[in-house]
């Protein structure tokens, strides 16, 4: 456990050190903008320009994407996400749903899922989607929060 410990520490470090080399992920369809760590590579970027799919060479994944908001607020579009969620096998443990934001967390298996979403405006939100292990809880507090910090509306969608 306290090599463990040390390894998460050491990982934790080494993520600080190379700040620099994160990059911005800018979404101009949905009016967004993300940071994203280092050793992640997009592996699809959907046609209709809505995001992408980021993966580690461990499995983890990262995906970011806008959607426009027909017919409900952001808040019912959260919660419907939850309720998806749930269907898809994942234990909710925690979930904050405001009008503007919404976060979320849970297990399943020996995977963690956390999403973040925000209104943007008008018609249009942007959602945070990681999957990691378990094992990587403490490395990944500290991503999540960067990550959350650096997703910001640029603008209304065209």
Known sequence: M???LTVLAWLAAVLVAHAAEWQTYANDRYGYTIDL?????????????????????????ILVFGTFLVDVFFDDEAANRIEQAEKDGW???????KPEWASYSGTRGDRILYVRGMWLCEDAAAFL?????????????????????????????Q
């Open 91 to 97: 234990k909710i443990s925690y979930s904050r749903v």
């Open 129 to 157: 989607q990681l999957e990691y292990r378990k094992q990587d809880l403490k490395a990944y507090d500290m991503i999540i929060k960067r990550m959350v910090a650096s997703l910001k509306p640029v603008g209304c969608p």
């Open 37 to 61: 760590p280092p050793g992640f590579t997009m592996q699809r970027a959907p046609d209709n320009g809505d995001g992408g799919t980021f993966l580690a060479k461990n499995g983890d994944r």
């Open 2 to 4: 306290r090599v463990l």
